[in-house]
């Protein structure tokens, strides 16, 4: 499985827009990028996946570049709910028995 | 439709103690997975079924067994509970192939004593 890197914290304040970066220089062909919140006390909820470009959902939008080796979540308009940590994997999808291989995420902290 | 369910929520137990922790859940998952996440840690998987029938070794097997007892039910076994293994145990389940998003349930906070 492709190792990823993200920064440990980032600090922002309600109604900015935030971006977190993962790199994962190692991704493979198949593998797709998935990101995953996770509250205190809580298991993590998944928020967006993609390949390439640019995915958008109703939370969050994917950046993904050509070369695929890093990626960027991007929160707009961040509110305290926010506040969470945010975990980058990286993995094929096309065998039943793989697993997710969780870093140690980045731990978002929006103040008022 | 409840999606991933866990029991029991918290649990302390003494050095040496066993006991089992159950899963369920209702969204046609194959896939099941066990994770365990140590404070400030991300999550790392103890033991994951691809399919009823099957289950495989994750990254951190040791002192835990586990059943799937049908396409639902996924537990976690531990048979001599030690201090190490005071942790929050997540598990999840994963949707079809060409999917990789997995639906965790609310955890099992265990502390053993």
């Known amino acids: 499985l492709a190792k990823t890197t993200q920064p440990i914290s980032m600090d922002s304040y309600e109604g900015q827009e935030v971006n977190i970066t993962c790199s994962h220089n190692?991704?493979?062909?198949?593998?797709?990028i998935t990101w995953y919140q996770q509250f205190p006390s809580q298991g993590p909820r998944f928020i967006i996946q993609?390949?390439?470009t640019k995915v958008t959902n109703e939370v969050a939008s994917l950046f993904i570049p050509a070369d695929r080796k890093s990626s960027t979540l991007s929160l707009p308009r961040v509110s305290l709910s926010d506040t969470a940590v945010y975990y980058c994997?990286?993995?094929?999808?096309?065998?039943?028995?793989?697993?997710?291989?969780f870093g140690s995420g980045t731990r978002l902290q929006v103040q008022p | 439709n409840a999606g991933v369910t866990q029991t029991p929520k918290f649990q302390v137990l003494k050095t040496g103690q066993s006991m089992t922790l159950q899963c369920a859940q209702d969204m046609n998952h194959n896939s099941m997975y066990w994770y365990r996440q140590d404070p400030g840690m991300g999550l790392r998987l103890i033991y994951y079924?691809?399919?009823?029938?099957?289950?495989d070794k994750g990254e951190v097997p040791n002192g835990y067994n586990v059943s799937r007892l049908n396409k639902r039910e996924f537990s976690l076994r531990l048979e001599s509970a030690a201090p190490s293994q005071t942790s929050v145990y997540f598990c999840?389940?994963?949707?079809?192939?060409?999917?990789?998003?997995?639906?965790f349930g609310p955890g099992t906070r265990l502390t053993v004593l």
């Open positions: 190692n991704i493979a062909t198949n593998d797709y």
């Open positions: 079924s691809a399919s009823e029938g099957t289950t």
């Open positions: 993609g390949y390439k």
């Open positions: 994997l990286v993995g094929t999808m096309d065998t039943g028995r793989r697993a997710l291989t």
């Open positions: 999840a389940g994963r949707g079809a192939l060409g999917t990789d998003t997995q639906y």
